[in-house]
């Protein structure tokens, strides 16, 4: 049971004190911290299940997919197990018109068959420490930020040499608590990793951008791989004598499915949360950042939507760009409502007026931290514009207007060569930029450029122009049809064969001369010396406050558990399957199933079209051992705090059993990066026994469905200890 702390503590409490469903916990210290709570919501494991050092737990099953998403080990052959989308590019790359597996699907039926891919590596952990006092030995409050910075670097890398590691292994160390905290991660990277199934897109990313952070939801979003290791089970580069990996552990899957209530884990690489800012730093987001966000990315995909509709051809090559741009433009849109409905800004305030109320009575830490919070306001009010302008130039020059992308490539191209190696590098900055065009239209381009710049125009500062547009012939003004074909009509950078033709003949002087790289080269500039700089003069001093702040919060308030922050490092987050209330008046139940599917489909359509052999499986009702009651679940909620990273977690239940597969949030949670609120922020899931169904049923994968160990673990349950479920049921029934 949890303790309950007297009223005045509550209230105060409230906003940063971790109800079951909140905090991502690292893994190393679950049994001081968590383990009693995640027992009192259903769990039967112990902490050392989860994670140990000494014996195989449920952490040597889990995977870091490529540096960016979660994935987990489901065999003992090292099968492993991933979200459709982190595998993308992955099925992307083997496809071709004849043979397109991400609109068919892939499915290796022999070993033989399993694909290798450049550059795709899979993470392990192999143990967690502790390493503070090494890396902070020296460090004084008196230092600057500068001073500490060298400090702790310098003792990074002296602690790093000093390691003893094995010859495979890596050691990683990340700051936590914004640098109050240094945890060491000893790592082992594969280097082989083979592509084995995936669904075709109309189930891996059945209801497309329409339904991304949406509930109810139906999507398979799923992949599978291969880790294979050389004759030793060490990692290796491919080799056609490597062999499958055999795992310390890998994850059985449940057959039993959840119920509202049961007890949910999320393992995997949660990438960036921001928890602990101060009302007005939440307040800017708020109002400023994300509002400018999502108007220039509405500008850009209003363009892209545009042209897709009127060329299929355009669709094709933009649709994968379009659904990247669109994914965080509406995560940022649910961002700031989720914000206002909560009243995370003064839910913050209140905390900090009590917060201030604790520091004064005690007279030594109101004299280290008085002032801070106000200091603090002081900064962000300064930041503001530049935060903005900052995202400007993000968003602009290195993402929507593309054209300035082979600037770029060739900026570095440029920096690197020199008359000895011009010959060597030469040809990957050509394949960068091949690549590139195959799916580039100007034409749209063009109208990007046209569009985003005129909000460029309209509302940075001069003072952070690139030179070329503050020439005296702009005096009057800028027109953007006049910009567009001073720079898009003349620029070799929209003539591929040209500008490739020039890289081989070495004609660097005429590449410079382009007006859109003179043009990239001075937006370049404008960013380096005049508002980059600025901005990190203000960021950095930040930085250090929020640091203090947070050390604060934790000195003040030492009753208080604290999680850190993600910072693309593993964790473990725990809450219950359960659904919620979007508005007022509507329920959302927390499972989904194949009728659902079907009752979306609309054929020929590029977001709701089905396979032929799902719709026959379906009528044929043929879900075998992945039935419930009738019906073939699809995919789940739950109470589980996660974020970008967490895609491709493995979902595992009270017992370390896999049932599901964790890939997106609710729309209307998505502030959980800034104010995780247990009534709505909600985790999508795939329900393992939809995997299982499409593998075995649909991709007639048999070769691989042996490969699993299937368990049902409540029937065990239940026939053996049929009270404690009882118990556990009654305790955590919710009441809508
Ligand atoms: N919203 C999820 C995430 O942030 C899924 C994104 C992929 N799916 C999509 N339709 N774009 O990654
Ligand atoms: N879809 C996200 C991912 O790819 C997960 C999330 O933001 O909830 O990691």
């Given at each position: 049971m949890r303790k309950f702390l007297f009223p005045v503590l509550i209230s105060f409490l409230l906003p940063f004190t971790a109800l079951a469903g909140e905090g991502m916990w690292l893994p190393f210290l679950l049994g001081q911290l968590n383990e009693a709570d995640m027992q009192s919501l259903?769990?039967?494991?112990s902490a050392e299940d989860i994670y140990s050092v000494n014996k195989g737990s449920l952490k040597d099953a889990i995977v870091h997919f490529n540096g960016g998403c979660s994935s987990s080990i489901i065999s003992p052959q090292g099968l492993l197990l991933t979200n459709h989308h982190c595998g993308y590019s992955a099925i992307q790359t083997h496809?071709?018109?004849?043979?397109?597996y991400l609109q068919d699907g892939f499915w290796?039926?022999?070993?033989?068959?399993e694909l290798k891919n450049e550059n795709l590596v899979a993470t392990f952990i192999e143990r967690i420490e502790d390493v503070t006092k090494d890396i902070l030995?020296?460090?004084?409050?008196?230092?600057?930020t500068k001073e500490r910075q060298d400090k702790t670097s310098q003792n990074i890398e002296a602690f790093k040499k000093a390691y003893a590691k094995k010859k495979y292994e890596d050691i990683l160390i990340k700051p936590f608590f914004k640098g109050n905290q240094y945890i060491l991660f000893v790592t082992i990277t594969y280097k082989d990793v083979r592509l084995v199934g995936a669904p075709p897109s109309a189930i891996?990313?059945?209801?497309?951008d329409t339904d991304n952070?949406?509930?109810p939801r139906h999507t398979g979003d799923f992949s599978i791989f291969r880790i294979y290791a050389d004759k030793n089970n060490l990692p290796a580069k491919y080799s056609p004598d490597n062999q499958p990996l055999k795992p310390k552990h890998f994850l059985p899957v449940s057959l039993d499915g959840v119920e509202t209530g049961d007890f949910t884990l999320i393992y995997g690489f949660p990438g960036r949360t921001?928890?602990?800012?101060p009302s007005f730093a939440v307040k800017q987001v708020q109002d400023v950042i994300d509002p400018a966000r999502i108007e220039i990315r509405e500008h850009a995909l209003k363009i892209l939507d545009k042209a897709m509709r009127n060329d299929p051809n355009i669709r094709l090559q933009y649709s994968s760009k379009y659904a990247r741009i669109a994914n965080y433009w509406k995560k940022w849109i649910g961002e700031r409502s989720g914000l206002i409905r909560t009243h995370a800004v003064e839910k913050k305030q209140k905390m900090e007026v009590q917060f201030a109320e604790r520091l004064a009575a005690k007279p030594a830490l109101n004299q280290k931290y008085g002032e801070l919070l106000a200091d603090m306001d002081y900064k962000y009010q300064e930041i503001e514009l530049l935060a903005v302008y900052r995202e400007y130039f993000h968003e602009l020059f290195?993402?929507?207007?593309?054209?300035?992308k082979p600037a770029n490539s060739l900026r570095r191209f440029f920096a690197k060569a020199n008359d000895e190696n011009y010959k060597e590098l030469a040809p990957d900055t050509k394949k960068s930029l091949e690549r590139f065009y195959k799916d580039y239209q100007p034409t749209v381009d063009r109208d990007v450029f046209k569009s985003l710049m005129q909000l460029y125009t309209d509302n940075v500062?001069?003072?952070?122009?690139p030179n070329i547009l503050l020439e005296d012939r702009f005096l009057e003004g800028y027109d953007m049809e006049q910009l567009a074909t001073e720079f898009y009509d003349n620029s070799?950078?929209?003539q591929p064969k040209k500008l490739l033709k020039l890289i081989d003949e070495k004609k660097i002087d005429e590449i410079k001369n382009d007006p859109v790289y003179r043009l990239f080269m001075d937006i370049v500039d404008a960013y380096s010396t005049r508002l980059n700089p600025e901005y990190q003069a203000l960021k950095a001093p930040i930085d250090s406050m929020q640091r203090q702040y947070m050390a604060a919060l934790m000195e003040v308030l030492p009753e208080k558990k604290f999680y850190p922050d993600a910072n693309g490092t593993m964790r473990v987050t725990y809450g219950q399957v359960e659904g919620y209330?979007?508005?007022?008046?509507v329920q959302y139940l927390p499972k989904t199933y194949l009728d659902g599917v079907i009752a979306k489909y609309v054929p020929?359509?590029?977001?709701f079209d089905l396979p032929q052999h799902l719709l026959d499986l379906y009528a044929a009702k043929d879900?075998?051992?992945?039935?419930e009651n009738g019906r073939l679940p699809v995919n789940f909620l739950g109470s589980n705090h996660t974020t970008g990273g967490?895609?491709?977690?493995a979902v595992i239940d009270a017992y370390g059993n896999l049932i599901g597969l964790n890939f997106d949030r609710v729309w209307e949670g998505t502030m959980s990066d800034m104010n995780y609120d247990r009534t709505i922020c909600r985790n999508i899931m795939v329900d393992i026994r939809y995997v299982m169904w499409i593998m075995d049923?649909?991709?007639?994968a048999k070769r691989l469905v042996d490969e699993i160990q299937f368990v049902h673990p409540k029937a065990g349950m239940k026939s053996k200890k049929p009270w404690k479920n009882k118990t556990t049921k009654k305790r955590r029934k919710r009441k809508w």
């Open positions: 259903g769990m039967k494991m496809s071709t018109l004849q043979n397109n290796a039926m022999k070993q033989s068959d030995k020296g460090v004084t409050d008196k230092m600057t891996g990313k059945f209801g497309a952070w949406e509930w921001n928890e602990y800012l290195f993402r929507h207007i593309e054209i300035f500062c001069t003072a952070y122009f070799i950078m929209t209330l979007p508005k007022d008046g020929g359509d590029y977001e879900y075998g051992q992945y039935a967490n895609s491709g977690s049923k649909y991709a007639g």
